[in-house]
């Protein structure tokens, strides 16, 4: 089982910069595809962003394409989730997940999750 903690979410003004970061825990890190996706009160879990195992590849919404950067360190069981210019719609919360599938844009193709953090922007 892998346990998953997100961090770094809060209080951030519109046109300032956003890192998110979510620990796993386990040995078995470097063996999912992380993910990253947000979620607006009364609507389903968005695609973010995901990131190979290796942290080659990575995969982005096309509708968020260019506004978030993801990362992760294997060493540190970690991964990261950029996002610079932040705007008020931005302001959901955010969640971090990991898969062995084959689908990583897919919330339904996801084993573990964490918690949520919420992200608030001001203007």
């Known amino acids: 089982q892998v346990q998953l903690v997100e961090s770094g979410g809060g209080l951030v003004q519109a046109g300032g910069s956003l890192r998110l970061s979510c620990a796993a825990s386990g040995r078995t890190f470097n063996t999912y595809t992380m993910g990253w996706f947000r979620q607006a009160p009364g609507k389903g879990r968005e695609f973010v962003a995901t990131?190979?195992?290796?942290?080659?590849?990575?995969y982005y919404a096309d509708s968020l394409k260019g506004r978030f950067t993801i990362s992760r360190d294997n060493a540190k069981n970690t991964v990261n989730l950029q996002r610079n210019s932040l705007k008020p719609e931005d302001a959901v919360v955010y969640y971090c997940?990991?898969?062995?599938?084959?689908?990583?844009?897919?919330?339904?193709?996801?084993?573990?999750w964490g918690q949520g953090t919420q992200v608030t922007v001001t203007l």
């Open positions: 990131i190979s195992r290796s942290g080659a590849r990575t």
């Open positions: 997940g990991c898969t062995q599938g084959a689908v990583p844009d897919d919330v339904h193709d996801y084993d573990y």
